[in-house]
């Protein structure tokens, strides 16, 4: 059974910090990796979506990459802002559903 | 071009009562996938719909069940609700293959069972 893990569970940044969110998962037999974001309450807003013969994709300040092989991913977040904090989710594609991690709650500090 | 579209918004039932959640999809799409997301959990899968039929099914109980209409719309049904069924319901929506264009989320009903 697929299981996926993100690391760290919560995070803490001063506003313009880099930072590396991490995701890991067991079965390297996936279509596509999708992260997402979410705020308090509310459902979830699609950021970056990689297909499983792609490594990376970018979207503004946003890059995930993908490793099939070592069964992981980042998702890489360029001179952090107060609007980005949220929990990030990433979600591995296998089958007909996808496999959740727990999230990354971020907090970026003004 | 309209998202998912998930109603209501957020609901109370009482423990044993039952409940339907309906989803709207994107245009475009044609399947629709249900999760349950409990607080500080991540969204486990319930089931997916596809060409008005199941074509997968979490680790959920049978009280847990589904419907797709001609125009691609879903509900979700729960029979005998209990407490542990509180959560947030998420739909999503996508075209044929996970594989090629992954999900698209609606915002979710709360379901809060007393």
């Known amino acids: 059974k697929q299981e996926v893990t993100q690391i760290p569970a919560a995070l803490s940044v001063p506003e313009g910090e880099n930072l590396v969110l991490n995701c890991s998962f067991t079965d390297s037999a996936i279509y596509n990796l999708q992260w997402f974001r979410q705020d308090p309450g509310k459902g979830l807003t699609s950021l970056l979506l990689?297909?499983?013969?792609?490594r990376e994709q970018t979207s503004g300040r946003l890059n995930a990459s993908l490793d099939k092989s070592s069964g992981r991913s980042t998702l890489y977040i360029a001179a952090s802002q107060p609007g980005d904090s949220a929990t990030y989710l990433c979600?591995?594609?296998?089958?007909?559903?996808?496999?959740f991690g727990t999230g990354t709650s971020l907090t970026v500090i003004p | 071009d309209a998202g998912v579209t998930q109603s209501p918004t957020h609901l109370i039932k009482t423990r044993g009562q039952q409940v339907t959640l309906r989803c709207s999809p994107k245009?475009?799409?044609?399947?629709v996938s249900w999760y349950q997301q409990a607080l500080g959990q991540g969204p486990q899968f319930i089931f997916q719909y596809y060409e008005e039929e199941e074509r997968q099914r979490g680790n959920f109980p049978d009280r847990f069940s589904g419907h797709q209409f001609p125009n691609y719309s879903s509900e979700l049904n729960v029979n005998a609700l209990l407490l542990g069924d509180s959560a947030l319901y998420l739909c999503?929506?996508?075209?044929?293959?996970?594989?090629?264009?992954?999900?698209?989320f609606g915002s979710g009903t709360r379901l809060t069972v007393v």
């Open positions: 999503a929506s996508s075209w044929a293959s996970l594989a090629n264009y992954g999900y698209t």
């Open positions: 990689i297909q499983s013969s792609q």
């Open positions: 245009s475009g799409h044609d399947t």
């Open positions: 979600a591995a594609g296998a089958g007909n559903q996808f496999y």
